[in-house]
């Protein structure tokens, strides 16, 4: 009886591949033995790799690491989105076996606090949509980028008063920053106003008539808003 066991055992080793490794006493990796310092972080600009913590064996050694996003392999932790990284226990390990997963997740900046410079803070109305330019937008002492980290958008900016420039994030940004300019009342005077009746043109100012029939021509270009 003691042969035929021994017989067994010797046939169950023959049939073990020459190249695999058994390790009997190695633990699998999992979600207990296997955390992150941290879940979360909001986008800075820098890499911010959490530690990984992993309860048995040593890496390289027993396990590798490796950071995905978007299924690609990535050497920082920096830009907001979702990253995943999976510890792998190496197949020689005598102290590991299997993998493991866990996502850490880098949050969009909010873009709210931001400082924004406009080209000009005051412009003189002329009856159409004015867009002063944005010279810069910074958060944090960090000037970001047109188009790839905020787009821009104008409201309220043809009539006199106040017109609204709003910031959008986008990217590692998110919501909105605001900032006003002002859209002063057009200075009627002789000599850039002229009232067309008909054929007839006649200089004057903006209380000489009111009739429906009259068209205001503001530097060359008609407008009878203030009739």
Do not use: H
């Amino acid at each position: 009886k003691t042969l035929a066991i021994l017989l067994s055992l010797a046939l169950v080793i023959c049939m073990i591949p020459a190249t695999a490794s058994v390790a009997f006493g190695a633990t699998a990796l999992t979600s207990e033995n296997v955390s992150l310092s941290a879940a979360a972080a909001n986008y800075n600009g820098s890499d911010q790799r959490p530690t990984v913590t992993v309860g048995i064996g040593e890496e390289n050694t027993d396990y590798e690491i490796v950071w995905t996003k978007g299924g690609v392999v990535v050497s920082e932790i920096k830009d907001a989105g979702t990253y995943k990284v999976t510890v792998t226990a190496k197949s020689d390990s005598e102290n590991c076996t299997g993998s493991v997963a866990k996502e850490f997740t880098v949050n969009p900046a909010n873009i709210s606090g931001a400082t924004i410079s406009l080209e000009k803070g005051t412009v003189t109305y002329n009856g159409k949509a004015q867009t002063p330019a944005v010279e810069s937008v910074v958060l944090s002492d960090k000037t970001l980028t047109p188009g790839t980290d905020y787009t821009v958008d104008y409201s309220s900016n043809t009539e006199g008063g106040q017109a609204t420039v709003t910031i959008t994030g986008k990217g590692n940004y998110t919501n909105t920053a605001t900032t006003n300019f002002t859209i002063l009342p057009f200075a009627l005077n002789g000599t850039n106003v002229k009232v067309y009746v008909g054929s007839q043109i006649s200089t004057v100012t903006a209380d000489t008539f009111k009739w429906e029939n009259v068209d205001f021509y503001i530097n060359g270009v008609r407008d009878n808003s203030f009739l």
